[in-house]
């Protein structure tokens, strides 16, 4: 059993959970270019999805399985770690999903776990995990010095990577990403060959998490991994370094910084009492539907907002203040 072996060695040292949405992440900040609406819905007005569906929730546990069998092997264990077990961590992650697909999500999970710990039992000897799910930062000013709105310089942009690890002199970043049946060989079940110029060549989320990392941990940095995994048998793994382009490698902290002018935009929009844009282009993507289709399929807008009160939850006042209140460093 991983996990809930001791009490919490200093409750300041890090997140009550292995998981969490990074502050001002590569998916807040492309949030706000796909759709205004669905920007300011999820982190200007905190309202989320009290409803899980599955092919995200199966994503999540395995998530949280791999947390574990890392943080097993830390020397010095999360505080999360000793909280729960995996066992009690998955239960309660899954508790929204009904029986019987919850405990069938969580068993996948699970099974998925043991065959990766077989496929990767070197990582034990090989690989020195240094940080899981821990949250980085990094100001505008630090990522793009001299750039256009000097007066976002303190602006923070942040990536919270699932595993940071070291092998002999580098340190690499980790992303576990899992795929379900629509996304893998469908004669073999097994995931599709990797191609070196598919989905991952150019990665905002892979690009903002080198930056970041390369300004709190320096040159050791020496890349990115994408770990990928099937949702479903037969269960197939595969890890690749990627190859960095260079020319957006260079360009994305510009890009950040023009992605929190826009920010600044849509709030300053809704402050002067007017609507953030919606993108019905945006309302069902390539995961699934957006997180708020139900509030804008609603008849009118006191029904909207009927839904979003009913249907999501909202984070109380002070957190939604104490949230805005971390976005920039003060000086
Ligand atoms: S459903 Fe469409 S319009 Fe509504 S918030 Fe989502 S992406 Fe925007």
Redesign the pocket.
């Given at each position: 059993m991983l996990g809930g072996e001791a009490t919490s060695l200093d409750p300041e040292a890090g997140e009550d959970s292995p998981s969490g949405a990074s502050l001002r992440g590569s998916h807040r900040l492309a949030a706000v270019e796909?759709?205004e609406?669905?920007w300011a819905?999820r982190y200007y007005w905190y309202f989320r999805g009290n409803k899980d569906n599955e092919w995200r929730l199966g994503g999540s546990l395995i998530h949280t399985c791999y947390q574990y069998y890392y943080a097993s092997l830390l020397p010095v264990k999360p505080p999360w770690y000793f909280e729960k077990t995996l066992q009690e961590r998955l239960a309660e992650q899954s508790l929204a999903m009904p029986e019987p697909k919850r405990s069938e999500l969580v068993k996948m999970a699970l099974t998925n776990l043991h065959y990766y710990m077989q496929v990767y039992s070197t990582d034990r000897e090989i690989l020195r995990p240094l940080h899981i799910e821990e949250e980085f930062a990094a100001t505008l000013g630090e990522l793009d010095p001299g750039g256009p709105w000097p007066e976002l310089d303190n602006d923070l942009v942040t990536c919270r990577p699932d595993l940071v690890y070291e092998i002999g002199p580098w340190i690499w970043i980790l992303d576990y990403k899992s795929h379900g049946r629509s996304r893998v060989n469908p004669k073999t079940g097994r995931l599709t060959r990797w191609k070196e110029d598919g989905e991952y060549a150019i990665n905002w989320q892979v690009l903002i998490n080198l930056l970041i990392l390369r300004k709190r941990l320096g040159p050791r940095v020496r890349g990115f991994v994408i770990q990928r995994t099937t949702r479903q048998e037969p269960y197939d793994f595969d890890r690749t370094p990627l190859t960095i382009p260079q020319i957006p490698y260079e360009e994305a902290a510009r890009t950040a910084r023009e992605l929190v002018r826009h920010e600044y935009q849509v709030m300053s929009k809704i402050e002067q009492g007017e609507r953030p844009s919606?993108?019905?282009h945006?309302?069902y993507g390539r995961f699934g539907p957006?997180d708020?289709?139900y509030a804008?399929l609603s008849p009118d807008r006191e029904t909207m907002q009927k839904r979003l009160n009913s249907e999501y939850n909202r984070a109380n006042d002070a957190e939604v203040t104490r949230l805005k209140s971390r976005l920039r460093v003060v000086q």
């Amino acid at each position: 059993m991983l996990g809930g072996e001791a009490t919490s060695l200093d409750p300041e040292a890090g997140e009550d959970s292995p998981s969490g949405a990074s502050l001002r992440g590569s998916h807040r900040l492309a949030a706000v270019e796909t759709c205004e609406r669905m920007w300011a819905l999820r982190y200007y007005w905190y309202f989320r999805g009290n409803k899980d569906n599955e092919w995200r929730l199966g994503g999540s546990l395995i998530h949280t399985c791999y947390q574990y069998y890392y943080a097993s092997l830390l020397p010095v264990k999360p505080p999360w770690y000793f909280e729960k077990t995996l066992q009690e961590r998955l239960a309660e992650q899954s508790l929204a999903m009904p029986e019987p697909k919850r405990s069938e999500l969580v068993k996948m999970a699970l099974t998925n776990l043991h065959y990766y710990m077989q496929v990767y039992s070197t990582d034990r000897e090989i690989l020195r995990p240094l940080h899981i799910e821990e949250e980085f930062a990094a100001t505008l000013g630090e990522l793009d010095p001299g750039g256009p709105w000097p007066e976002l310089d303190n602006d923070l942009v942040t990536c919270r990577p699932d595993l940071v690890y070291e092998i002999g002199p580098w340190i690499w970043i980790l992303d576990y990403k899992s795929h379900g049946r629509s996304r893998v060989n469908p004669k073999t079940g097994r995931l599709t060959r990797w191609k070196e110029d598919g989905e991952y060549a150019i990665n905002w989320q892979v690009l903002i998490n080198l930056l970041i990392l390369r300004k709190r941990l320096g040159p050791r940095v020496r890349g990115f991994v994408i770990q990928r995994t099937t949702r479903q048998e037969p269960y197939d793994f595969d890890r690749t370094p990627l190859t960095i382009p260079q020319i957006p490698y260079e360009e994305a902290a510009r890009t950040a910084r023009e992605l929190v002018r826009h920010e600044y935009q849509v709030m300053s929009k809704i402050e002067q009492g007017e609507r953030p844009s919606a993108r019905y282009h945006a309302c069902y993507g390539r995961f699934g539907p957006c997180d708020y289709r139900y509030a804008c399929l609603s008849p009118d807008r006191e029904t909207m907002q009927k839904r979003l009160n009913s249907e999501y939850n909202r984070a109380n006042d002070a957190e939604v203040t104490r949230l805005k209140s971390r976005l920039r460093v003060v000086q």
